[in-house]
């Protein structure tokens, strides 16, 4: 049973739109996270959302918390071709140990100049 | 060191055989912890080790996995008698915190890729 779905599956952009991918779930989460991964490379952390609406920046990234902590997404403007890569979502259930993340399938994404 | 070392980057073995897959953890990271990434998947849990002892090998898949850390840093995954759907990348990441940090912040290194033939 897949736990986290992240939509789309893939997605091809033109440098300097704009995107959003989605991460959803049926299941409550205590919090989510989101990662990038390069080929070749193990996840990197971007950030970590813990309270539902939550949103948070990261430069050109906008994440947000879904009120209900089911759901989250994660905006990028002005994609460039250093954004490509695969995005995971990951959260750990209400009183869960927090190592355990659960991983969704991930979104790659490319961004061509 | 500075980050998440694995080795060997790529394992390439047969049917049947045995291989070991090493992680050496960032200084000073008491946890530690391996994840699956079969191709077009995201990376599932398999063990996470508190210091020497395994705290929770709940994600291994059957008894042909088996890991150990005897000296609370570098750790080994152990496959036995490999199997062709055994084939993925193999994550280990090492964090600062235990588990009942709400901070606790994971750091993943490069991953072993292994392929069964």
């Known amino acids: 049973t897949q736990l986290l779905e992240q939509s789309p599956q893939f997605l091809s952009i033109q440098e300097g739109e704009n995107l959003t991918v989605y991460c959803n779930s049926s299941?409550?989460?205590?919090?989510l996270q989101w990662y990038r991964q390069e080929p070749g490379e193990g996840p990197v952390l971007l950030v970590t959302?813990?309270?539902?609406?939550e949103v948070k920046k990261l430069k050109r990234l906008t994440f947000q918390f879904g009120d209900a902590r089911k759901d989250s997404s994660l905006h990028i403007t002005a994609a460039q071709p250093g954004d490509t890569g695969l995005y995971l979502c990951?959260?750990?259930?209400?009183?869960?140990?927090?190592?355990?993340?659960?991983f969704g399938k991930g979104t790659l994404l490319t961004v061509n100049p | 060191g500075a980050g998440v070392s694995q080795t060997p980057s790529n394992k390439v073995t047969e049917k049947g055989k045995y291989v070991e897959l090493r992680c050496d953890p960032i200084?000073?990271?008491?946890?530690l912890y391996w994840y699956r990434q079969s191709l077009g998947q995201g990376p599932e849990f398999l063990i996470y080790?508190?210091?020497?002892?395994?705290?929770?090998d709940s994600g291994l898949p059957n008894d042909r996995f088996f890991a150990v850390r005897p000296e609370g840093s570098v750790s080994t995954l152990k496959i036995q008698r490999t199997e062709r759907g055994d084939s993925a990348v193999y994550l280990c990441?090492?964090?600062?915190?235990?588990?009942?940090?709400?901070?606790?912040?994971?750091?993943f290194g490069a991953g072993s890729r292994l392929t069964v033939l």
């Open positions: 990951a959260g750990r259930k209400p009183g869960g140990s927090n190592y355990k993340l659960t």
């Open positions: 990441a090492s964090s600062l915190l235990g588990s009942h940090s709400g901070a606790n912040v994971l750091t």
């Open positions: 080790f508190q210091g020497t002892g395994a705290a929770d």
């Open positions: 200084s000073g990271h008491t946890a």
């Open positions: 299941s409550v989460f205590s919090s």
């Open positions: 959302v813990v309270t539902g609406g």
